[in-house]
């Protein structure tokens, strides 16, 4: 009991230092690649990064789902760079018209928070139509814990129909300088 007490103390403390020092934590996009494979399913009109300021830049995406997709699936692979990329904790396949339903991966749930607002995705399946992604930016305040610092590559390889239809190349630094 009164380990847990100080544990609890301890992380409190740690984290109201964190909040007033949160300027010191750079967590942001550095490039973004999408590519279609199959331009008569799904098309990417836009897909870049914008400066906002010197700690923030938005993600944007304009992309259209030109027929009915039911069967929804990402390979979610992380990478953090150490002499090229290299795998990272996380590799797994998210089947994406049951995560919105049910939220069943903690990890693609932490993810999902992060950008939600900034998106018209959420809603069960199917998916058809204009998909937007809209000045999002990334928040370490979000995630549950700290990461290593270092450069990180978010690779999503996106399933219609178990068949792949386009991949988005997520490119972030977390930097801790304390
Ligand atoms: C590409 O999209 C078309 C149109 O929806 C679909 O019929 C076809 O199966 C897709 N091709 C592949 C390889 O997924
Ligand atoms: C950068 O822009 C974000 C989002 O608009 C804002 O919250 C933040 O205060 C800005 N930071 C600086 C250093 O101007
Ligand atoms: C997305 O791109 C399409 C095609 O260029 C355009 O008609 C539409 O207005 C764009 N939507 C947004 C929200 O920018
Ligand atoms: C989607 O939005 C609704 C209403 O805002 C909310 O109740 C629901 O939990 C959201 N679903 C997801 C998957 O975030």
Redesign the pocket.
């Known amino acids: 009991m009164r380990t847990t007490i100080i544990i609890f103390g301890v992380l409190y403390l740690w984290i109201a230092f964190r909040l007033s020092h949160n300027e010191a934590i750079e967590f942001k996009f550095t490039n973004v690649i999408c590519q279609s494979?199959?331009e008569?399913?799904?098309v990417i009109h836009k897909c870049r990064l914008k400066a906002v300021n010197r700690t923030v830049n938005t993600m944007n995406v304009n992309s259209t789902v030109?027929?009915p997709a039911n069967h929804i699936g990402i390979q979610v692979q992380m990478l953090k760079k150490a002499n090229g990329y290299k795998p990272w904790l996380f590799n797994f396949h998210l089947d994406v018209c049951r995560f919105v339903k049910t939220q069943y991966n903690p990890f693609a749930k932490m993810v999902f928070n992060l950008f939600k607002e900034f998106t018209n995705f959420n809603h069960s399946c199917p998916y058809m139509g204009p998909q937007i992604i809209d000045g999002f930016y990334l928040r370490w305040t979000f995630l549950p814990h700290t990461i290593p610092s270092g450069d990180y590559l978010l690779s999503l390889i996106w399933f219609?129909?178990k068949?792949?239809?386009f991949i988005t190349k997520i490119y972030f630094i977390y930097m801790e300088d304390l």
Do not use: I
Request: glycine share 0%.
């Open positions: 494979y199959n008569s399913w799904f030109l027929h219609f129909d068949r792949p239809q």
